[in-house]
Each structure stands twice: as structure tokens, then as C-alpha cells.
């Protein structure tokens, strides 16, 4: 008994550690619901119409950091980076945005919300978030993927 459960052990901790890449690389949608070519950016986010070409330019690497020159002996602030999904109605218009951001660590959550817009924009709804692909559709990843192939495997070796 004690021999299967070290082997499901092995097995899980052996998936687990290869459904992970050596650099971890936050990608994020870049897209607008009011651009001509981009109908699966609205709400709900639909990427059973996304072909592979509006896949490989929507769906980006978003960790490299701006370039931000401090000056006057500012200091450098610690940022992530973000992805974004943002609901605005612009000139009367619902337009719906998701996009790479940067923040700083210490900022509270959603803070986005509250951003200075010009008076013919109103924003309705603005989220930040940390993982791949969590400012569209909802979506495991493959550590929730590799956990329940491990489940399976371990519920097949405890037989």
C-alpha cells in the first residue's frame, strides 16, 4: 500500500513539475471590441471565433516592462505586469478593451476604475489581474490540468 502511494507521489510530483515552463511569461488579450476585426473582444469574451492569425496578434507576451525614465531623483517604483479588461462607453458607444498593463505592486486592486478619463468617457467596469489569459474567457490553466490528470492516475494506481 505504502509502495503505490509513493509511486502516486512520484508520478504527480513528476507531472506537476513539467506542466510548468523554466520562465514564467504573463499573456494577456490585446483587443477592442470597436475594432472591425476584433467581434470576439466584446462581452462575453468569444474565442470559439478567434482564427489562428487574430489568435497569434490577440493573444500576447506581456512581461517585459516600459521603459520609464525617472527623473528629478524619482525613485523607481516596483511594477508588475498586469493584463486588463476595461468596459468604457465612449461618445455614447459600450466599448470593451483588454490589453497588458503595469502597476505598481503596492497598488490596491481594481484602482483602474478610478482613472482620470475626459468627460465623453465613462468607465463602467476596469479589472486588473495576474494570469495568462485572465481578461477573457474564463479559462484552467495547466497546473489545474495536470492536478486533475494526477487525480486520475492516482484513483487508476490505487487499484
Known amino acids: 500500500m505504502a509502495n503505490k502511494f509513493v509511486s502516486v507521489l512520484m508520478v504527480s510530483s513528476f507531472l506537476l513539475a ?6 514564467s511569461a504573463l499573456k494577456c488579450w490585446r483587443c477592442s471590441s470597436d475594432a472591425s476585426t476584433a467581434a470576439f473582444c ?3 469574451f468569444t474565442q470559439d471565433i ?8 490577440s493573444y500576447v507576451d506581456c512581461s517585459y516592462p516600459p521603459q520609464v525614465n525617472y ?13 486588463k479588461k476595461m468596459k468604457q462607453i465612449i461618445n455614447d458607444r459600450v466599448v470593451v478593451s483588454r ?5 505598481d505592486v503596492n497598488t490596491p486592486p481594481n484602482s483602474c476604475l478610478n482613472a482620470q478619463t475626459p468627460s465623453y468617457i ?8 495576474i494570469t495568462d489569459g485572465c481578461n477573457g474567457a474564463a479559462q484552467y490553466g ?18
Open 18 to 23: 513539467v506542466s510548468f515552463d523554466a520562465v
Open 42 to 44: 466584446d462581452d462575453p
Open 50 to 57: 478567434i482564427t489562428e492569425q487574430q489568435r497569434r496578434w
Open 71 to 83: 527623473q528629478f531623483n524619482q525613485a523607481n517604483q516596483q511594477t508588475r505586469p498586469v493584463c
Open 99 to 103: 490589453s497588458c498593463a503595469y502597476e
Open 122 to 129: 465613462k468607465t463602467e467596469f476596469c479589472e486588473t489581474c
Open 142 to 159: 495547466p497546473a489545474a490540468l495536470m492536478i486533475l490528470i494526477s487525480a486520475f492516475v492516482a484513483k487508476l494506481l490505487a487499484w
